[in-house]
């Protein structure tokens, strides 16, 4: 997976519109990881930043952000 891509992936629906997938809440990716991730990319990035979040490494995307 492309961390660039990761790093500027936005959240397409839901409360969470339109943030990073960086900026979502450890609840949320927990709920998914527990309820079964979405289908596709979407679905591989959330949980890729699941297991970003979960070692405390997602800071290292924040660089990569474009405005």
Do not use: C, I, S
Not at 30 to 59: I, N, Q, Y
Request: charged letters at 30%.
């Amino acid at each position: 997976m492309d961390l660039n891509e990761l790093a500027n992936a936005r959240m397409p629906f839901g409360r969470y519109k339109g943030r990073y997938l960086t900026e979502l809440p450890d609840a949320y990716l927990v709920w998914f990881r527990r309820e079964g991730f979405p289908e596709g990319k979407l679905g591989e990035m959330l949980a890729a930043m699941h297991e970003l979040k979960t070692e405390g490494l997602e800071t290292l995307l924040v660089p990569l952000q474009r405005p």
